[in-house]
T-cell receptor, first 114, second 113 residues
Framework: DADVTQTPRNRITKTGKRIMLECSQTKGHDRMYWYRQDPGLGLRLIYYSFDVKDINKGEISDGYSVSRQAQAKFSLSLESAIPNQTALYFC?????????????FGPGTRLTVL | RKEVEQDPGPFNVPEGATVAFNCTYSNSASQSFFWYRQDCRKEPKLLMSVYSSGNEDGRFTAQLNRASQYISLLIRDSKLSDSATYLCVVRGDGSSNTGKLIFGQGTTLQVKP
């Protein structure tokens, strides 16, 4: 079984619709992240959370919101989707052990906004 | 200037070849460096961390040059299964504690028979 799961894996939606992407993990990690990946731009951080009551904006948070419902769950919402939010979205988890903090990624959600 | 820059390639090499990728980063306070591997349409996975003294893992060697702010990855005896995109990753804020990573756009390697 995968340690980090994302649902849905693929989604096509229309401009203006509200979309929620969900992430769950069984790794017991306290830290969770949402990234988007666009061709030629690499992965960019949208939001991150170091604990259930901790939410932080990343590099490109405009147009997105998140909810950390439990340590194992971190959801990303697009309140009103627009075409330039078409991208591959990854959730990641980590926990600090000594000086290391390796991030483990989910399989990704491919989102298309028409 | 991008915080982490890589040559996107693609690098097309025959099996058995040695290939090297370089990456530069802009934040001189960065403390932690990594190479991730990403297969087509899959999630990134940690390949190896990069230590100041350089480190090796089988056919893979990573090196860090802090003075010039660049990181390299050397792959020896390339295999078909090495075909993937290699992401240079830097912990972007100079702290080993916050976990925020900055990703390069990736370098694509295609190993041919």
């Amino acid at each position: 079984d995968a340690d980090v799961t994302q649902t849905p894996r693929n989604r096509i939606t229309k401009t203006g619709k509200r979309i929620m992407l969900e992430c769950s993990q069984t790794k017991g990690h306290d830290r969770m992240y949402w990234y988007r990946q666009d061709p030629g731009l690499g992965l960019r951080l949208i939001y991150y959370s170091f604990d259930v009551k901790d939410i932080n904006k990343g590099e490109i948070s405009d147009g997105y919101s998140v909810s950390r419902q439990a340590q194992a769950k971190f959801s990303l919402s697009l309140e009103s989707a627009i075409p330039n939010q078409t991208a591959l979205y990854f959730c990641a988890t980590s926990t600090r052990r000594g000086n290391t903090d390796t991030q483990y990624f989910g399989p990704g959600t491919r989102l298309t906004v028409l | 200037r991008k915080e982490v820059e890589q040559d996107p390639g693609p690098f097309n090499v025959p099996e058995g070849a040695t290939v090297a990728f370089n990456c530069t980063y802009s934040n001189s306070a960065s403390q932690s460096f990594f190479w991730y591997r990403q297969d087509c349409r899959k999630e990134p996975k940690l390949l190896m961390s990069v230590y100041s003294s350089g480190n090796e893992d089988g056919r893979f060697t990573a090196q860090l040059n802090r003075a010039s702010q660049y990181i390299s990855l050397l792959i020896r005896d390339s295999k078909l299964s090495d075909s993937a995109t290699y992401l240079c990753v830097v912990r972007g804020d100079g702290s080993s504690n916050t976990g925020k990573l900055i990703f390069g756009q990736g370098t694509t390697l295609q190993v041919k028979p």
